[in-house]
């Protein structure tokens, strides 16, 4: 598989705390990989590092063959790559069709609002209403939903199952399959375990801001083991 | 698992001994002070000092920007001149007067403003001084322009006469310690523990069951009592109240004090009042206009200097090795 | 699927009770004709879809959203009327669904707060802080007890989001709310925590109500006593775990055709 | 003659008109701070200075090059556009992530230094700006003599504020607009170029300021002291409005321009502070203002 | 003879405010222009003169007064714009037994009830533009008033003068409308006036809140109407500002106008040559002030308070600013006051031709009778 992404030695700072210590990964194409670890290991930081939105790093990033390093954060996205934030993000000026509507088409082959909505219902329901409005969960789908409609070539998931209800989350499962059959490649992050095995190709373990192993959904119940040890599953 | 906590080290952090030296430093030098200055600018300085302090308990450790602060120094110069003048009560229950007229005065403002957060309140503030500045032009015991003139500044307890320069200053120094102790004591206590919640996240303050609003009524009265504390005596300084006092630019001067100081900090907005009053006096005998320089000022402050003076030290280096650590959201 | 057995140390009775209750946000109703009864000593699951209403009536109850109609009633007194604060003071305390600390204060800082609330202590401006020293022995047990003696002394803010959910249910418990009212307090939690908190939780509703919304359903599987399920603002099934979860209509509202625990 | 209150519906309907050329004024500055206000989270202090600097760049094009009114229309917003713009490139821009009341100190010690600058060099009394000669002359509309330019004013004030409403509200750079002002790094990240568009909007917001200062112009005395005047009953307007609100903020501007107007004539004395009696109020019975979205 | 070795004149104004032009520097080059004109020196030694801006704030402009006295060996203060800092200041210097002449400040309370031994008050008074104004009108067949008064003691005071003019001369006044101090827009109150017939409408406010209004009233056509405009407090300096195509029409009192005959002319191109503008009211008798300190202190021999003050007070006033002079036991200089009107723009012949001089009002006329005056110094 051809990697689209490849990130090594990533350092990264919060003004004078040093987070990520030299993180190694590559994700390839069409590839659903997960990143796991305890909380605050800094499986989001090495997203946002990703991104460009923490600009504190160091290190090589690089997607499509294109070094990331230097493009400014409104740039990325255009090269491909979209990302679903832990907090969500959701505009509270903004009503929900805006919000889904806002991040710009940047590329051809991302949903239409139909199929979006044919998935979400709920948006649907409440297009109208004010994006802070929802409830958590509503609003976890809006954030995903955005993306969505970008036709990004990459997704970076941080925690998308957090706060939704067991239905949802299967629906969510269900979309990110679908999505992989269309052959989006995801970065994905999650608590939910489960969840995760039932998506991934690949796992990333992460550790104090380093990448601390690597396997994939093979060897899953083999590992089952030293997961218990490192999350505790 | 037996780990005992570690809250030594939070009061090792405490620098106490940096901090008497300082103090007693400070103190010695505002003692010797009229030897070297000049004593009405002092007096000046300290009351502007007092005021700036006061501004900072609700900036700095309420985090409530209040743009009419005018309205309580100016107020209260006005309520003490008055009482002294026209009623001929003595200097130290002249300045409770004022005390008082500007809490009061800091209950009616407060009333309003604090049903609103952040900017929204400073406007609100700006708005109702605005409409105190329009009253004190207008009622006739404020003598519109002219102001309360040649107000007598009387014998404290009736034996001290204060117009003897010395006397007058050693009083104004000490309404000025003792107004800086109860700002202090307010701050590093239980009750102000509960006033940098607030600041800090108002919503989980209520649902911990602080009536937040009774609160920052209370720090905004508290706030605008100690603010009266320093116009009354500045009204005893001068021997007069007038507009300039209550108007909008006063209220800006105050913030202006308190940023070059250093928000948040105790002592911070006494050096900024001194730079300011230095700097106005300064320019009076000089080529430039005052308004550009404060201006100026400001905006670089702002951009480069956020922490002010005192602020900037606490951080740099050397504040740091002495012990002084200083967390402020900036 | 194994339920754990109660811990039960007194007989159940109702501290918080709303009937009827329900609110409107324009023309759309969020929360309809909910009837719901809290017991002391019981651990009450609010479950539903995302939507469902369920942060909604934890805002209602806790008065931070005012009611369309019904009534409220805490500990016999009706506080369908009540200011916020005052509903906290008289025992009803909650999370948040977003972690809720005092970002600039540290761990300690944050639990003393909460702790020198009912003290009296919180008006005193004329005392000086070391006054809150007597809290400390209280706060470190708090402290320990939710596994962040390490972090005593760090400034919240530095806290991973984990850590400061952690934190914020050291807080509310300092208070010694007789209602606890928890917002999915094991969202976005490692696995290590969600047993800590789980354990937590249990240990507190010995002596105390708790009203938790959660999706883990494992979690409430094990820990709750009963669960109201919620949809669409309305309540769709009532009972324990083990009836509600066999419901049909809760298992394609919610849960989905998914084995789950 | 027809009696309202107490005095000649004629003279009534006067008043009424001229409260409403008043609220022209209020409308379209409590606009420009609304917008930078429920974009960039910044009270412009300097709004009343940019108003001042509008009126005084078409005095100085006027005296200097012989510019007349009309290009100065454009000009003069076009001018202190981009010094708004290059100021928010510059220095505002770096106090965004911080509390808002930097934006505001900021802004304030902006408007002393620009006004400072202007009383030092051309004075405190003002200059004369001559009204235009094709809206010169009054008409007289019977129950009063309307000079033409006043209702130019009236007009103009309401294209411009209706149409930047629209912009707002109703295109899709507005949405990204009011998405920036919350999570600017996320609409970033999305591809937007959030910078541009926030020193875009801190333009416009000036540029709305010194187009109702070239308005004002041969109405009031050109002079340093005209913005200072007037910004803060323009806060008072917005707090009235909501916030954030833009149609909030032109129709209460305009509302407010009326009842300002006929306290004039009622009770004068109160004229000054009919706002902010009409602020306390609302504050107490709607604190999120007349338009305002719950905070 | 002079005490320190020197003469030293302190002029102390508003130079960065609202009254920036009113006074300001251009007080500051008139005193200079005054030294050089008595020649630098007096009694043999040195004069200097020394400047500040108080910023329009008393606390700072006493400040400067105690520090100038004190440590400075200022021996007077002059100009004091802003009836406030006068009122301080005059109490500092009265305190301290130094001699402050007023030429900026407007309110009678100088030579009233705070009137002090040292303190005179030199240029105009409210009490001079009341009569100036509301008398003299009068007599010119302007004899209904309605006025638009600032809403705060200085626009009462105005206000309640003028019209006692006026009804003393026969005139009546029809109304009057107070407006809020800083308003920016007087149409409503324009139409008020207008509407109540009155032959006058007199502007009993100041600064930008009277060109505000003769501007506004440009607009309405109020003059174009046959009212006429009378402005209570208004000087060369700000017609100069508000332009003749606005101003004309207006009528207002100075106590000076630089094109009143040739020496006033001479007197003001020199001081146009220095400053850019022509000389007002302020300009003039802070000129005139400190050239009489000087010929006082000459007489006396001395810069000793006691007996400058009391020449000040003997000596006649006679210079370009004033002829005949005298200054009252309450330390008010007596002199002429001058109704003008402002010109229509092809009148005007030169630039800062601004003035056509209505009526001369004599001095004893135009200036209270120190015996009503209240002030503790008359002895009646
Ligand atoms: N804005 C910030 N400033 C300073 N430190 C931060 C900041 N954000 C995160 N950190 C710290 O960086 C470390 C990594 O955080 P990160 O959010 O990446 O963890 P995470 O693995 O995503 O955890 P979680 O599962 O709780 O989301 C943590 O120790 C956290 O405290
Ligand atoms: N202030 C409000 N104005 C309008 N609608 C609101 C408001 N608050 C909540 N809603 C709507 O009410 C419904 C219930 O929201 P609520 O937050 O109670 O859901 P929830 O059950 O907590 O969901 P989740 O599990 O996703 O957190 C949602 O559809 C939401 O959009
Ligand atoms: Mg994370
Ligand atoms: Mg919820």
Redesign the interface.
């Given at each position: 598989m051809k990697p689209l992404l490849k990130v090594a030695g990533l350092n990264a700072w919060y003004g004078e705390s040093h987070v990520l210590h030299g993180v190694d990964m590559t994700v390839g194409e069409g590839e659903m990989v997960t990143l796991l670890g305890r909380n605050g290991v800094g499986k989001t930081t090495t997203l946002r590092a990703i991104?460009?939105?923490v600009r504190e790093r160091k290190g090589e990033i690089s997607f499509a063959g294109e070094d990331l390093m230097r493009v400014p954060?409104?740039?990325?996205?255009?090269r491909g790559l979209?990302?679903v934030?832990e907090e969500r993000?959701i505009?509270?000026?903004?009503s929900v069709y805006?919000?889904l509507?806002?991040?710009?088409a940047?590329a051809k082959g991302g949903m239409t609002i139909d199929e979006i909505f044919e998935l979400f219902p709920n948006l649907h329901e409440r297009r109208n209403s004010?994006g802070t409005k929802l409830s958590g969960g509503e609003q976890q789908m809006l954030a995903i939903a955005r993306i969505l409609r970008?036709g990004v070539r990459m997704m970076l998931l941080d925690e998308p199952t957090e706060g939704l209800a067991p239905v949802i989350v299967q629906r969510i499962g269900e979309v990110l399959k679908k999505l992989k059959e269309r052959g989006m490649t995801v970065l994905l992050v999650e608590q939910n375990f489960r969840f995760a095995s039932k998506v991934a190709d690949r796992f990333y373990l992460m550790d104090h801001g380093r990448v601390a192993g690597e396997f994939p959904v093979s060897e899953l119940s083999g590992r089952m083991e030293m997961l218990h040890d490192v999350l505790g599953v | 698992m037996t780990l005992t906590l570690d809250l030594a080290k939070r009061k090792e952090r405490s620098p106490f001994i940096v901090q008497t030296v300082f103090l007693g430093v400070g103190l010695a030098c505002l003692l010797l002070a009229p030897l070297f200055f000049y004593p009405v600018f002092l007096m000046k300085l300290l009351c502007f000092a007092l005021f700036a302090c006061a501004f900072n308990l609700l900036?700095g450790y309420t985090g409530l920007?209040s743009f009419g602060h005018a309205a309580f120094f100016g107020g209260a110069a006005y309520f003490t001149a008055h009482a002294v003048k026209e009623w001929g009560v003595p200097p130290e229950l002249g300045i409770l007067v004022g005390v008082f007229g500007a809490a009061l005065l800091g209950a009616v403002i407060g009333f309003?403003a604090i049903?609103?957060?952040?900017?929204?309140f400073?406007?609100?503030t700006?708005?109702?001084a605005?409409?105190f500045y329009?009253f004190c032009l207008?009622s006739g015991f404020t003598r519109g322009e002219d102001g309360i003139q040649s107000v007598p500044r009387g014998h404290l307890l009736g034996v001290i006469d204060l117009l003897q320069p010395t006397n007058m200053y050693y009083f104004v120094l000490t309404v000025f310690v003792i107004g800086i102790a109860i700002i202090w004591r307010i701050i590093n206590s239980p009750f102000g523990m509960v006033l940098k919640s607030i600041r800090e996240n108002e919503t989980r303050a209520v649902s911990l069951g602080y009536s937040v609003r009774n609160y920052k009524l209370a720090a905004f009265v508290m706030s605008a009592a100690l603010t009266g504390l320093a116009g009354g005596l500045k009204a005893l300084v001068f021997q007069f109240a007038t507009l300039t006092d209550v108007s909008?630019q006063m209220s800006?001067e105050v913030?202006l004090m308190t940023?070059l100081g250093g928000i948040g900090t105790l002592i911070g907005p006494i050096f900024g009042a001194g730079l300011v009053v230095t700097l106005q006096n300064y320019l009076a005998t000089s080529e430039f206009?005052?308004?550009?320089i404060?201006?100026?000022?400001?905006?670089v402050?702002?951009?480069l200097f956020?922490r002010g003076i005192v602020g900037e030290f606490y951080n740099s280096r050397l504040g740091r090795k002495l012990g002084f650590e200083h967390r402020h959201?900036? | 699927m194994a339920v754990a057995t109660p811990l039960v140390n007194e007989a159940p009775r109702v501290v918080l009770s709303a009937r009827g209750l329900r609110r409107d946000f324009g023309g759309f109703t969020a929360v309809k004709d909910v009837d719901l009864d809290v017991h002391h000593a019981r651990v009450h699951a609010l479950i539903g879809p995302n939507g469902a209403g369920k942060t909604t009536v934890f805002n209602l109850l806790t008065k931070f959203l005012q009611p369309t109609h019904g009534t409220i009633t805490l500990l016999g007194e009706d506080i369908t009327k009540t200011a916020p604060d005052k509903v906290a003071r008289m025992g009803l305390v909650r999370s948040f669904q977003i972690s809720a600390v005092f970002p600039h204060l540290t761990v300690l800082d944050n639990v003393r707060v909460a702790l020198q609330r009912p003290n009296r202590l919180a008006t005193q401006f004329w005392k000086p802080l070391s006054a809150l020293d007597a809290l400390n022995g209280k706060a470190e047990e708090l402290i320990r007890s939710v596994g962040l003696e390490k972090e005593v002394n760090a400034v919240a803010a530095d806290l991973s989001y984990g850590r400061k959910r952690v934190l914020e249910i050291a807080t509310t418990l300092a208070l010694e709310p007789k209602v606890l009212l928890l917002d999915e307090p094991m969202a976005g939690m490692g696995h290590e925590d969600v047993g800590m908190v789980a354990e937590i939780i249990r240990e507190v509703a010995r002596e105390r109500a708790v009203l938790m919304v959660e999706h883990n359903l494992s979690v409430v599987a094990t820990l709750c006593h009963h669960v109201t399920v919620l949809q669409r603002g309305e309540i769709l099934a009532e009972g324990d775990y083990a009836t509600v979860s066999e419901d049909p209509r809760v298992r394609t509202a919610y849960m989905g055709t998914e084995e789950t625990s | 003659m027809t009696m309202i209150f107490g005095i000649p519906l004629q003279?009534f309907l006067?008043?009424l008109l001229?409260?409403l050329?008043?609220g022209s004024f209020y409308a379209l500055l409590s606009l420009g701070l609304a917008i930078i206000?429920?974009l960039l989270?910044v009270?412009n202090f300097a709004h009343g200075a940019q108003y001042m600097l509008g009126a005084f760049i078409a005095w100085l094009l006027l005296s200097y090059l012989g510019i007349g009114y009309w290009p100065a229309l454009v000009l003069a917003p076009l001018l202190v556009g981009l010094i708004g713009a290059a100021i928010e490139r510059t220095?505002l821009r770096?106090?965004y992530s911080?509390?808002?009341?930097?934006g505001?100190?900021?802004t304030?010690?902006?408007?002393?230094?620009?006004?400072?600058?202007f009383?030092?060099i051309y004075?405190?009394?003002?200059?004369?700006y001559?009204?235009p000669a094709l809206l010169a002359g009054?008409a007289n509309l019977g129950f009063?003599?309307l000079?033409i330019?006043?209702g130019w004013v009236i007009v103009f004030s309401l294209i411009v504020c209706l149409g930047t409403w629209l912009v707002i509200e109703k295109t899709?750079l507005g949405?990204?607009l009011?998405?920036a002002?919350?999570?600017p790094?996320?609409?970033?990240?999305?591809?937007?170029?959030?910078p541009f568009l926030l020193t875009l909007t801190y333009g416009l917001g000036a540029a709305l300021a010194a187009l109702a200062g070239v308005l004002a112009a041969?109405?009031?005395?050109v002079?340093p002291?005209?913005g200072s005047?007037?910004i803060?009953v323009v806060?008072?307007v917005?707090?009235v409005g909501g916030?954030?609100s833009i149609m909030g903020a032109i129709v209460t501007g305009y509302l407010l321009g009326v009842a300002e107007?006929l306290t004039?004539?009622f009770y004068?004395?109160a004229?000054?502070?009919v706002i902010?009696?009409i602020?306390?109020i609302v504050?107490?019975l709607r604190?999120a203002g007349l338009f305002g979205?719950d905070? | 003879d002079a005490s320190d070795g020197k003469v030293k004149i302190g002029i102390l104004n508003d130079q960065?405010?609202?009254?920036?032009?009113?006074g300001?520097k251009s007080s500051y080059e008139a005193a200079l222009m005054a030294v050089e004109d008595f020649g630098g020196k007096v009694l043999g030694v040195p004069v200097e003169v020394v400047t500040a801006d108080h910023q329009n704030k008393p606390d700072i402009a006493s400040n400067i007064a105690r520090q100038w006295y004190d440590t400075e060996q200022v021996d007077s203060i002059m100009e004091l714009t802003t009836s406030s800092v006068a009122l301080a200041v005059q109490a500092i210097s009265k305190e301290k037994k130094k001699i402050d002449i007023v030429t900026g400040a407007a309110t009678t309370e100088l030579t009233g009830k705070q009137c002090s031994p040292y303190g005179f008050h030199w240029a105009y008074d409210t009490h001079s533009l009341a009569v100036g104004t509301g008398g003299a009108l009068v007599k010119q067949g302007g004899d209904s008033w309605f006025f638009l008064t600032a809403?705060y003691a200085f626009g009462y005071s105005l206000e309640e003068n003028t019209g006692n003019y006026v009804k003393e001369n026969g005139g009546t006044v029809v109304g009057a409308?107070?407006?809020?101090?800083?308003?920016?827009?007087f149409?409503?109150?324009l139409?008020?006036a207008q509407?109540s017939g009155a032959k006058v409408i007199g502007l009993a406010n100041a600064?930008?809140d009277t060109?505000?209004a003769i501007?506004?009233a440009a607009?309405?056509?109020i003059v174009q109407g046959g009212q006429r405009l009378a402005a209570l407090l208004f000087t060369l300096?700000?017609v100069?500002?508000?332009?003749l195509?606005?101003a004309q029409g207006l009528t207002l009192t100075e106590g000076f106008y630089w094109n009143r005959d040739e020496e006033s002319a001479k007197f003001g191109k020199r001081f146009m040559e220095r400053t850019g503008k022509m000389p007002n009211m302020v300009h003039a008798g802070t000129y005139s002030a400190v050239l009489q300190y000087l010929k006082a202190i000459e007489k006396a021999g001395t810069d000793e308070t006691e007996a400058v003050a009391k020449e000040l007070h003997a000596l006649p006033v006679d210079d370009v600013f004033a002829k005949n002079g005298t200054v009252a036991p309450n330390g008010r200089m007596v002199h002429d006051m001058y109704l003008l009107e402002v010109k229509k723009p092809d009148e005007s012949k030169e630039p800062w031709d601004y003035f056509k001089v209505l009526a001369t009002i004599p001095g004893k006329e135009a200036f209270m009778d120190p015996a009503q005056s209240g002030c503790e110094l008359v002895k009646s």
């Open positions: 991104m460009g939105i954060l409104h740039r990325v996205a255009r979209g990302y934030p993000g505009f509270s000026t903004l805006e919000n509507v806002l991040p710009p940047l004010t970008t | 900036l920007l309003f049903r609103r957060q952040g900017i929204y400073a406007m609100i700006l708005a109702l605005q409409m329009f207008q909008w800006g913030i940023l206009p005052v308004t550009i404060t201006g100026v000022v400001f905006m402050c702002v951009l956020r959201k900036h | - | 003279a006067g008043q001229i409260g050329i008043n206000f429920g989270r009270i220095m770096q106090l911080l509390d808002p009341l930097y505001l100190l900021f304030f010690g902006l408007a002393l230094t620009v006004e400072g600058t009383r030092y004075g405190a009394s003002g200059q004369p001559a009204t009054g009063m003599f000079p330019y006043r899709k949405s990204y009011r998405a002002t919350e999570n790094v996320l609409v970033q990240s999305f591809g937007i170029n959030v041969p109405i009031y005395q002079s002291l005209m005047n007037i803060i806060f008072a917005v707090v916030m954030g107007g004039k004539v004068p004395e004229s000054n502070i902010f009696v602020m306390a504050l107490l604190p979205r905070a | 960065s405010g609202v009254y920036a032009d009113f300001g809403d409308v107070r407006h809020p101090l800083a308003s920016t827009d149409s409503s109150f139409l008020q509407s600064g930008l060109s505000n501007k506004q607009e309405f056509g300096a700000e100069h500002g508000l332009g195509e606005a």
